[in-house]
């Protein structure tokens, strides 16, 4: 089954511990985005990249990093979680620019 | 750069009554505009998407959208709402140089009413 896994869905962490949250296609898409969903913004794009080793930060990369090491795997890290970090955050992946996007789940991380 | 407007926060509508969600953008090159729905507890799926050509595009489920370059709109129209289309909508634009800037909208939340 064609898909975006995110892992984990649900995070609570507290307030500087470093975390990973994983996402991987199977679908062989070049295109890999991290958004983060808050209530009444909307979806904001935090990274993309549109092939391995070719990332670009989006609207909201403060206190974020990526990778793209390999075609299927975009990891989003944060290096010093902070409160203002908790939010629910989609992977999606796509073929091409101007082309569907594939969201992933979701993993809602809450930081104390 | 380019921003979403979407009006309405809220949209209540009672079923087989039809609906109109608004979405406007700004952009100072050309764009693809695209309207997601998003399901609750679901990630987000699309639902219609304009690229090129005919500036009224629709989807598989009744929802129609169309293109306004003038007014720089693209609202999304359904004639006859179902339950089913009870969740949150979101309009989003990306430039046309096949770049990943994906903008979305505030969204909107639309409530069907039996």
């Known amino acids: 089954e064609a898909q975006v896994t995110q892992n984990p869905r649900y995070l609570i962490t507290v307030t500087g511990k470093k975390l990973t949250v994983t996402c991987s296609q199977n679908?062989?898409?070049?295109?890999m985005s991290w958004y983060r969903q808050d209530p009444g913004l909307g979806l904001r794009q935090i990274y993309y990249s549109m092939n391995v080793e070719v990332t670009d930060k989006g609207d909201v990369p403060e206190g974020y990093k990526v990778s793209r090491k390999e075609k299927r795997n975009f990891p989003l890290i944060l290096e010093s979680p902070s409160p203002n970090q908790t939010s629910l955050y989609f992977c999606a992946s796509s073929f091409g620019g101007a082309v569907e996007q594939f969201f992933g789940p979701g993993t809602r991380l809450t930081v104390l | 750069a380019q921003s979403v407007t979407q009006l309405d926060s809220q949209v209540p509508v009672f079923e087989e009554a039809p609906v109109e969600l608004r979405c406007n953008y700004s952009s100072s090159v050309s764009v693809y505009l695209f309207w997601y729905v998003q399901y609750p507890n679901q990630g987000l799926q699309l639902l219609l998407k304009y690229l090129s050509g005919s500036t009224l595009v629709e989807s598989i489920n009744g929802f129609e959208a169309e293109f306004n370059k003038s007014q720089t709109s693209f609202h999304l129209r359904k004639p006859s709402v179902h339950i089913s289309d009870t969740a949150e909508y979101f309009c989003?634009?990306?430039?046309?140089?096949?770049?990943?800037?994906?903008?979305f909208g505030p969204g909107t939340r639309l409530s069907v009413l039996p």
């Open positions: 989003a634009v990306t430039p046309d140089n096949y770049g990943q800037n994906f903008v």
């Open positions: 679908m062989n898409h070049e295109y």
